[in-house]
């Protein structure tokens, strides 16, 4: 459940003026939710173009796009060594790219061939930001949300770079034309997608040592999870997500 994600994110698309004819590049489109936003959005009248370094991400973006009637194209690439055929498009987008990258800097500078002149390089990441105030009230929350980052941060991410981008954006002398932070706020009303996510990266928290199976107890995580928020008279910050749209 990404509801709340989702709707920042369709916002800075639609506000960046993402729509219908337009060609759009999603880097490292995962298994194609930025995809399927940006196909909707530009309809049979434009084209959509998505690439990852795995396959197996890649196959399960086919599916989705297949099941939903949509028409996206997928290649298997690399960000940094995209081919020379893939083409200029109106804009690129990427939701939690440049955090994974080892120079994101070099990452832009590598996609800016592929970007038609005023067009749009569209960007949403994450930045792992003090929510203290929920210490209190929501212990659980705030120690998952600690292993998540750490997780990420144990893995090479780069876990202060939603901060990062209108830097990233202006060192590649490119043109801001809008930069936008939000809180996704949590609460027992709003539902969450915290358990969820927790229980996705189970494996990769326990395998970094971050928390032992037994902490963890993710058969009862959802449960402990959802129990808090009933009881805490406090929001829960589950992403400060960021976005920004520049212009070459």
């Known amino acids: 459940m990404n509801k709340l994600r989702d709707e920042f994110t369709i916002r800075l698309l639609t506000d960046s003026g993402i729509e219908k004819g337009m060609t759009v590049l999603d880097a490292g489109c995962g298994s194609g939710d930025l995809s399927v936003m940006a196909s909707e959005l530009v309809g049979d009248e434009g084209e959509v173009v998505g690439f990852d370094i795995s396959e197996n991400a890649l196959a399960m973006a086919r599916n989705r796009i297949e099941e939903k009637g949509l028409s996206v194209k997928f290649i298997l690439a690399d960000i940094n060594e995209l081919p020379e055929d893939i083409g200029t498009f109106d804009a690129i987008v990427g939701r939690r790219v440049l955090m994974y990258q080892r120079d994101a800097a070099q990452s832009i500078d590598s996609l800016l061939p592929h970007l038609t002149t005023n067009g749009k390089m569209i960007f949403q990441e994450s930045d792992c930001m003090e929510a203290s105030f929920c210490a209190q009230s929501m212990p659980l929350h705030t120690k998952v949300l600690a ?87 406090t929001p829960f910050i589950r992403d400060m997500a960021f976005g920004v749209c520049a212009e070459k």
Do not use: C
């Not at 893995?155 to 981008?165: C, K, P, S």
């Not at 970094?208 to 199976?213: D, L, T």
């Open 147 to 233: 292993w998540m980052w750490d997780t990420v941060a144990k893995e090479g991410g780069n876990i202060h770079i939603g901060r990062q981008l209108y830097s990233l954006m202006k060192n590649a002398k490119l043109k801001i034309s809008q930069m936008r932070a939000e809180a996704i706020l949590h609460t027992y009303e709003s539902g969450s997608d915290f358990a969820w996510a927790a229980k996705m990266m189970a494996p990769r928290m326990i395998s970094h040592g971050v928390v032992s199976a037994e902490e963890m107890d993710v058969e009862t995580l959802e449960d402990r999870l959802q129990s808090e928020r009933r009881e805490s008279d």
